[in-house]
């Protein structure tokens, strides 16, 4: 896997018409070959590719990218990149960020509902860690911040996302698992941004 840091002055922004999700979502695909045929795209085979969008200051703006495959050389900005070490995810207990889409499948419906405010994404997100992402997180440390809607036109569609960066610690109960979270991401949206796992290995300071 590469990790990669885009780096884009306002310049470069402006140049690449970057106003929305939509089109920041464009400018980071374009960075990679696609590798998927029609079919594997429309049964949502993983594009490979998982970013978000650090923002920055009034200079230069931060996109944090993983990928299985080198990006090209950008036409605006800057990209470096590094390959994760092989160990990376062989640790037990990490700090982690992730900016999620948080939804849940109506039962009667079976319509995907948003969840909103701290409460309902912070049991969703606790309880579907251990079964559906490979890690249990430790509660007292979780921080839920930037609660907000991202809106953008798609094709002539309006698309309406909810968003919430979620910070703490966690601890890995299932190493597969773990492992495919990491590479393909958690939740939805992974296309506009979410899902990518940021994660920094350590000892247990927390008693897990």
Known sequence: MIASVLRLRRVDVMAL??????????VVYDLFEDV????EKRSSVSSGI???DKGGDFHTRQILILSN???????????????????????????FEVTVN?????????KLVALRGEDMIREWFVSKAPNSWGFSVHVP??????????????KGNLVTLGSATLLGNLSVNDREKFSRSFREGVGRGHAFGFG???IVPHSNPFNL
């Open 17 to 26: 018409r970057i106003t929305d999700p939509y089109s920041l979502h464009r």
């Open 36 to 39: 998927r045929d029609d079919n």
């Open 50 to 52: 998982l970013y978000v």
């Open 69 to 95: 495959r080198m990006p090209r050389e950008p036409k605006h900005g800057e990209v470096d990149t590094r390959e994760i070490p092989a160990n990376f995810l062989d640790h037990q207990h990490y700090s």
């Open 102 to 110: 948080p939804t849940k499948r109506d039962r009667k419906s079976r």
């Open 141 to 154: 440390t979780l921080q839920i911040n930037n609660i907000n809607v991202k809106q953008f036109e798609k």
């Open 196 to 198: 990518l796992l940021q």
